[in-house]
């Protein structure tokens, strides 16, 4: 059979290289085009020698794929895909141009106009773990930001079983690499080395994402939500500890797993953890490891999520994104063990 | 004049040979004996070639002081301390023994009797900020915990001015040299190095502090504390958030800030920060950079504090309660600014 | 067709660990028994939460497997292997006891009388790059060390061409992880972050397998090798700078860079690089990439090499060798890029 | 005794800011005036938050002082010093401008005329250990480079004494802080953790400084350097490791450090260590850890040094330098100790 064709827009940033290094696994898909402005006209290899392996030149336009991953910044990404869909092709964006239903809260957080609301209503959040049929069927699926990620996936199960109130605190550790490729101050090694600092507290833009996902595991109830990021001196992980008020205070620790278990009890990629789990322990893979537990003293859910932020993350949730759209099994290509130590 | 003569007992760990590089720089005072089991006999550089300005040999008992530091574990630094007491000697005791008010909150977290019921009467808690008045003339000083340090001066204007409800989050992010010297898998480079974890999730040992402190603060109210310590892969330095929900969700950040300003305008090294503070703005210095502010979104207080885990959370803030215990001027030997980058 | 039943003798270790990674990701080949002492009785993903895809018991005894590593300590290795032998199974021995064909140069460095000296004729150095006829007959392969993995594929094509003089300086910066995971205040994270040091300074047991192989390469001249290992603080790892004199001092490094390009134009593993190497462009992978140039100022030969030291400085390269032996492709279940950033 | 008045041109890179940290510890010189062209106006405390005590504003033009500090670029820092040195001020540069002897020299290595030769006769390179009596009447002092500060202080007594042969290679390890606060993908985090890599292969400006001191410590014989820089993921330290063969080899290692000892006898801030140092044993501090040693087995000069690139590197060693040049004692300011851990 032959492999499907898929590509990579703007291929030069950490999303788009990691898609390049997972895609390069996958035995049913081939990288058969790359694009980025900058760097076009080089190989892939000569601007990222670790990815030696593949034969490809970085283009200044998209060739013919049947699916695209955009890792294009918001806005500009919404622009390169109207062109694909309008095609046919399918298109998974890692970009946050259509992860919010409602274009009065990408406006209010994005600060400009959406560039496409037109076509909002057919964009799938792409969660799998939350959307899976949604996603399977669509052209557009919009990949969802590295915070939501490990916060939803942390809090999804406590959510929808209505164990909690709506005052929810979100306190997530970020590794570097979560800022990019861009170079920055903030980013700079001897800045950031042997340091760690709160940012965007007067709100970050994954907020509106936690609150949108949660609200629709429980519709009743409006989420209160407190999304505090931080950088932490890693290149890779996300760690997530969320806190919650339980609404009936006498939980156990066991029937609270139990529940966790039987949420996540087909899921690939999700595994309730035995102990308090370490970022090292998803290290490269697309696993999100989630630890639930009761603080007895104060009759509270603390929930500890990790994730590999490139991974789970950004891009290989965008290569099981993929595989549903592609109707290939949903682990394919991303099988990989975290890399330990 | 003659210096003071001071000693330390169990100078190898982190925290002992901290106050030995601390002390050394002390103009009014001469550190004039040091103790440790496992190294009596060496001479303090040979085992720690950092301080190899210092000439000292470790010593298996205390020489003559008139002030000691005790850097022993738990239970055995109650019992160290005691004949130091009858003799006369002032002491400062970085353990745990005498932060406890109630013997049986020991008794709970320590798993043991408390080793000196009759001494936790006349001992102080030894945050100058909060208890200024009462060491300084005190006998026996019980130092802080890092932890406790760093949540305390995050909460306390807010606590004592009535603003917050009892419900309060304290998510705390710490280097591996709060571990200690002593060796474990968690602490083995290749284990912690690129990677975040959270630990105590059933309740750490610098909760019960963290309460009785917040208490003293609002006697009408008994705070409810969740608090999570995090190990993150730098060696030095403590961030810690803060969450609680305001009484009034009014509140300005302004407001807040000037409260803020004026709880600490005679601190010395405690500063309310312009923005998020960064572990490293405090490195190898005793200060205290708060940054109070408002989730304008849910009407909750959120406060970042950030020390040195072995300065303002251990080392340094024992030489500031020496400072008063011994009439000195309160920042003498500690006026050394942070080390950046 | 049945996949070939391999195990792995003391499991518990870096390399033991990283080689149960590595092998559940060969196609025909089943990780079907593990041992280790202090942790026997236990599940793998109970000591390695990252292994959780493996469903394994540490046993304290080897079961029936074709082909055999063992990552135990040296003479504890070769008393393990003998009987292993005996019974034909094949065996790639990751300890040193095997490398040095000179017993009594072993008895010189490990400070012992050689533990199955009969064994060491047909023991083969397992370095495919050098021996890899001889090991695909091979019943027991000696897996080289990390550092002289790293060493040698620097300086073999020019050793082998006559091009240098018998001076070698062989300057190596290794990541903690090469250390192990026994605990010792050396690679206590706080001792070991933000600081470098050399090691070794009187001989390092890695050495005589250096001055070995490449003594082999030309026997005409005798190398006098030294060899300097330094402490990084990263986890994985090997930059290794090799200098010695150019015999012509006249050479290009065109010149050169062909003549490596010729060495290394059949190997899988081993990558002339087109600048100097980055160890992360290796991080993961069983790459080897080489960087040899001219200092045209002095004449004198200057290589670059990097490797991962747990993967083609143990684990990888032991896989390596076991595809050779079992007469598989030799870079079976090898391919996974490196993983960057 | 009014305290001496004395600047800072370009105050922002992290030589500058070092600067001021150190200067503000003085206790008979007065930070008067810092400039800095993209900050000017700012408070030096905005832009460097941990310098909150110094009470300057950022200007863009040096005040009245009686001695400067140029921490700017080569050439513009030339540029800079001409008119200071016409009003009689006394100036410490810290770039490269002054430091080679030979105009030619830098035109070669820098690519331009130099931008003042009539001063080269005058300037002192200003390595107290080498040049102390120079230093002190000198107006205008070159602060040495940070690699051959540690290069030269690790080989000064072998060459002088005339131990070794020409051929000498120079392996320096270098902390990131070294490449300076301008960003670029070599220091942007995710590139730079975990990471090590050699560069400038073709020849790094640091070497003539390198090869004009060994040289003038032995006139009689043309050193023959190869220098290779390399980066390792830590902020702050350099660890170079210094190879030549001797001359006679059958030097002992005890005859070796007795001659490094009694080189280094009346110096306050090199330290002959009994072990293999650590670049950790020196942060923050002013000191050079020397280890010498003979590889016996090749009758090798090896020699471990460490610094902290920052300070003994530049801005300490650039006070230590102003302290010769204004009569005041040459450690004043300097006696911090290292910060371990």
Known sequence: ?????????????????????????HPQVELASVTGRSAAGQSLSEVFPHLAGIDLTIKAKLGDVELAFSAMPHKESAEEIIPLLEKGIKVVDISADFRLKDASEYQQWYGLNHPAPQLLAQAVYGLPELHRAQIAP????????CYPTGAILALAPAVKAK???????????????????????????????????AYALEGHRHLPEITQELK????????????VPHLIPMTRGILTTAYANLTSGKLKAEELRKLYLDFNKDEPFVRVAD??????QTWGSNLCLVYPTVDQRTGRLVVISVIDNLVKGAAGQAIQNMNLMLGLPETMGLEALPVYP
């Open 275 to 280: 102990s308090p789990p370490h970022t090292k």
């Open 216 to 227: 629709l595991l429980n519709p009743g109830q409006s989420p209160s939500v407190t999304f």
């Open 1 to 25: 059979m032959d492999k499907i064709k898929v590509g990579i827009i703007n291929v030069t940033g950490y999303a788009g290289v990691e898609l390049a290094r997972l895609l390069s696994q």
């Open 163 to 197: 164990l909690i109130g709506p005052d929810i605190i979100v306190d997530s550790k970020s590794g570097v690499s979560g800022a990019g490729r861009t170079l920055s101050l903030a980013t700079h090694y001897s800045e950031a080395n042997e340091d760690t600092t």
């Open 138 to 145: 669509a052209q557009l699926v919009a990949n969802p930001g």
